[in-house]
């Protein structure tokens, strides 16, 4: 379930990873990875975009006019640091997928890896946690 936290320079909501995949299944939002190149590369959510913490410039986001933009990590730590720099450079609110690409995986949802024997790219994904 989504939740607001109300910070210095606007709203930080952090939403859960169903609720992610809901809303991009509709199109009501941009999914933003804030990981290294390298582990994008090696696994991501399909339609995700990539724009790195380590060279994050909250001016080359896109609109948030149609879409709302969440970002999203490994953990969901990176992700936050990014939110409230975002937050920061004067945006009224944004979100942050909990718990990261780890949460989405443990939910039993699908993501893109690599098949390193083939050098293809393969959606997969894990049993949910009990």
């Known amino acids: 379930m989504a939740t607001q936290e ?3 320079n606007g709203t930080l909501t952090t939403l859960s990873a169903q609720e992610v ?3 991009l ?3 009501r939002i941009v999914l ?3 990981r290294t190149p390298s582990e994008f590369a ?3 959510i399909e ?3 990539l724009a ?3 060279s994050f410039v909250p001016e080359t986001m896109p609109s948030q006019d149609s879409k709302g933009i969440v970002f999203h990590c490994g953990s969901g730590l990176r992700s936050k640091k990014v939110a409230e720099k975002y937050l ?5 609110g944004v979100a942050h997928m909990d718990g990261g690409l780890a949460k989405w995986k443990q939910a039993g949802l699908s993501y893109i890896t690599i098949d390193f024997g083939s050098g293809t790219e393969k959606v997969t994904a894990m049993k949910p946690a009990s």
């Open 6 to 8: 109300a910070l210095a």
């Open 25 to 27: 299944d509709q199109g």
């Open 47 to 49: 339609g995700a975009m």
């Open 21 to 23: 995949k809901e809303f």
């Open 88 to 92: 920061s450079a004067g945006h009224e």
């Open 52 to 54: 790195p913490l380590s």
């Open 42 to 44: 090696f696994e991501r």
């Open 32 to 34: 933003i990875d804030v």
